[in-house]
Nanobody, 121 residues
Framework: QVQLVESGGGLVQPGGSLRLSCAAS????????MGWYRQAPGKQRELVAS???????NYADSVKGRFTISRDNAKKTVYLQMDSLKPEDTAVYYC???????????????WGQGTQVTVSS
């Protein structure tokens, strides 16, 4: 059973920081791209940041310069460091991973359960 388990959400004041983690577990051969998405109430889910297996990153314009995505391949974990948080960053954050499941390169895209981030004074 492949799972992505997120942690690190919570309540923070504007200007504060949070670090999200997402660990993959189960029968996984390798991990290609990993990413973070978010969904605010009444809005569509949007890409926040992504990172390839080689470490190339991509960010939404709204978070550039404030958020940093990174990964630890040995731990099968992706991180999202969020600094200078704003109220408009409030959302449920979901991690996403493009997984290779076996030597035959069967693949699957998996999602975490989501973690709430609330930025409020």
């Amino acid at each position: 059973q492949v799972q992505l388990v997120e942690s690190g959400g919570g309540l923070v004041q504007p200007g504060g920081s949070l670090r999200l983690s997402c660990a993959a577990s189960g029968s996984i051969f390798s991990i290609d791209a990993m990413g973070w998405y978010r969904q605010a109430p009444g809005k569509q889910r949007e890409l926040v940041a992504s990172i390839t297996s080689g470490g190339s990153t991509n960010y939404a314009d709204s978070v550039k310069g404030r958020f940093t995505i990174s990964r630890d391949n040995a731990k099968k974990t992706v991180y999202l460091q969020m600094d200078s948080l704003k109220p408009e960053d409030t959302a449920v954050y979901y991690c996403n991973a493009d997984l290779v499941l076996d030597i035959y390169r069967r693949r699957g895209v998996y999602w975490g359960q989501g973690t709430q981030v609330t930025v409020s004074s």
